[in-house]
């Protein structure tokens, strides 16, 4: 084999090692951007399960929330039902009330006139007053009492009404309180609406950079599978090349062995002749003797 065609094997080996050598840094490189994309899909991914199960929590508590509006509102119209049917019957007690003070010429309220009346008799026990001033008060008190006695009549619906005012007064602070709630309620129903769609949209952003990162790993997956099998190609290709090298080696080496062989026969043979003839031997030609000794 010529010399230009060992310098060409030789050119093709060093320029096998620097392209394995580059497939390699490309392949580092390439397996530590693949894997640096895939952790923050893994990181995506746990983002969203978190934000999913915040969704699903806060979903469960809207609904919560608005099924308690829906009982709190039943509970106030309930009230509000009441109270209607409540005023209903005061003005029922007031058409009674009116054609009895009618018929009996009754003004006064007989809660008011008992109380006026005990307020003068305290007066009377308590106060020092004049003769004249006790004769007007008793006066006073007489009149009163036959006024308190007409009253009786109306009395009892005095005291309905009364009552009946009661009444509504209590359904109407329950009403109110049960208004409050539904408010209450309901504000709490809308916030975890709102955060239910804000989530909702942040959980919509990180799954197209989940996937924008799924591609991204995918496409380097793919780039490293090419890129390594380049490099296996060029180390099978190394290695043939350095057969042929080997046997360019073995090839010179068994060359070189045969032309000492040939040359060392040609000795040899110059000695033979010179010892025929009785001719001295020189150091060279004892040495000469010596090594085809030892190939024997």
Same mark, same amino acid.
């Given at each position: 084999?010529?010399?230009?065609?060992? %310098?060409? /094997?030789?050119?093709?080996?060093?320029?096998?090692?620097?392209e394995i050598s580059e497939l390699r840094r490309t392949l580092?490189?390439? *397996?530590?951007?693949?894997? *640096? @994309?895939?952790? %923050?899909?893994?990181?995506?991914?746990?983002?969203?399960?978190k934000l999913i199960n915040e969704v699903k929590s806060s +979903?469960? *508590?809207?609904?919560?929330?608005?099924?308690? =509006?829906?009982?709190? +509102?039943?509970?106030?119209?309930?009230?509000?039902? $009441?109270?209607?049917?409540?005023?209903?019957? =005061?003005?029922?007690?007031?058409?009674?009330?009116?054609?009895?003070?009618?018929?009996?010429? !009754?003004?006064?309220?007989?809660? $008011?006139?008992?109380?006026?009346?005990?307020?003068? &008799?305290?007066?009377?026990?308590?106060?020092?007053?004049?003769?004249?001033?006790? %004769?007007?008060?008793?006066?006073?008190?007489?009149?009163?009492?036959?006024?308190?006695k007409e009253a009786e009549k109306i009395s009892d619906v @005095?005291?309905?009404?009364? &009552?009946?005012?009661?009444? !509504?007064?209590?359904?109407?602070?329950?009403?109110?309180?049960?208004?409050?709630? =539904?408010?209450?309620?309901?504000?709490?129903?809308?916030?975890?609406?709102?955060?239910? !769609?804000?989530?909702? $949209?942040? =959980?919509?952003?990180?799954?197209?950079?989940?996937?924008?990162?799924?591609?991204?790993?995918?496409?380097?997956?793919?780039?490293?599978?090419?890129?390594? #099998?380049?490099?296996?190609? +060029?180390?099978?290709?190394?290695?043939?090349?350095?057969? &042929?090298?080997?046997?360019?080696?073995?090839?010179?080496?068994?060359?070189?062995?045969?032309?000492?062989?040939?040359?060392? %026969?040609?000795?040899?043979?110059?000695?033979?002749?010179?010892?025929?003839?009785?001719?001295?031997?020189?150091?060279? #030609?004892? /040495?000469?003797? $010596?090594?085809?000794?030892?190939?024997?």
């Open positions: 084999m010529t010399i230009e065609l060992r %310098k060409e /094997l030789f050119n093709k080996l060093n320029k096998n090692k620097r580092n490189q390439l *397996d530590k951007e693949k894997e *640096d @994309w895939f952790k %923050k899909k893994e990181e995506y991914s746990k983002t969203i399960s +979903k469960k *508590d809207r609904n919560k929330y608005t099924e308690e =509006v829906k009982t709190i +509102k039943k509970e106030r119209e309930k009230f509000n039902e $009441q109270i209607r049917d409540k005023i209903k019957e =005061v003005k029922k007690l007031n058409e009674e009330k009116t054609e009895i003070q009618k018929k009996y010429h !009754i003004k006064e309220d007989p809660a $008011q006139i008992k109380a006026e009346i005990e307020k003068l &008799e305290t007066k009377i026990e308590t106060e020092a007053i004049s003769f004249d001033k006790e %004769k007007q008060i008793m006066k006073r008190i007489k009149e009163l009492k036959k006024k308190e @005095w005291e309905k009404q009364r &009552e009946m005012s009661k009444n !509504i007064d209590k359904l109407k602070e329950n009403a109110e309180k049960a208004h409050k709630n =539904v408010q209450n309620k309901a504000k709490e129903s809308q916030e975890k609406h709102e955060a239910v !769609i804000e989530i909702s $949209q942040d =959980v919509d952003e990180l799954k197209e950079k989940e996937e924008e990162a799924f591609k991204k790993f995918i496409e380097l997956k793919k780039k490293f599978t090419e890129a390594n #099998d380049q490099l296996k190609e +060029k180390l099978i290709e190394m290695g043939k090349i350095n057969q &042929e090298i080997s046997k360019v080696k073995q090839s010179k080496k068994e060359a070189k062995k045969r032309k000492t062989e040939e040359e060392l %026969k040609k000795k040899e043979e110059i000695i033979k002749e010179k010892m025929k003839k009785g001719g001295k031997l020189t150091t060279e #030609d004892l /040495l000469v003797m $010596q090594e085809l000794g030892g190939q024997e």
